[in-house]
């Protein structure tokens, strides 16, 4: 719109009208304000030639449409702050539940019977060593070490399992 009068014209006419239909969209004055003085806005900054006869039912079509961009856009950042909240929970609850697992699985390497199978676990799945490493450290053959690990698999099984 070129004239800056005639759209001064059409805001002092049409503000409270136009106002009133934001309130009552957004129940939030500084935003009702903020979407009456962007309809003006734009019509001050495009090229849009109005009809007397549609300016009110236009004005009025532009602040609500704005409204319910307005609406939509606080909906869609609602839900992602939602399920943003939601997979951190989530993944807190994860993490509480592994660390349950984790402590329960530990109370069970130290229950294990006889004391050399703990110490099979341990320098197997702590310190990463080999069967053939186990067995010469204790001097017997990978087939004791083996042995004695699925003993205490079995032991660690029944111990979580009754968890």
């Not at 993490?95 to 130290?110: C, H, P, R, T, V």
């Not at 006889?114 to 990978?142: M, N, T, Y």
């Amino acid at each position: 719109m070129a004239n800056r009068k005639e759209l001064e014209t059409l805001f002092r006419q049409h503000y409270r009208a136009m106002f009133r239909m934001a309130m009552m969209l957004l129940h939030d004055e500084a935003d009702s304000k903020d979407m009456v003085h962007d309809v003006f806005a734009h019509l001050l900054d495009s090229s849009t030639h109005l009809r007397p006869d549609t300016v009110e039912a236009f004005l009025l079509t532009s602040v609500r449409n704005r409204c319910l961009n307005a609406l939509r856009d606080r909906q869609l950042h609602e839900q992602m702050q939602r399920l943003y909240l939601l997979d951190m929970e989530t993944e807190s609850a994860a993490s509480a539940l592994l660390e349950e697992d984790i402590q329960k699985l530990w109370q069970g390497i130290d229950l294990l019977q006889p004391p050399v199978c703990r110490e099979v676990v341990l320098l197997h799945f702590r310190d990463g060593l080999k069967f053939r490493e186990i067995a010469q450290q204790f001097q017997v053959s990978e087939t004791t070490v083996y042995k004695h690990l699925r003993h205490a698999l079995q032991q660690l099984h029944a111990h979580l399992k009754k968890q």
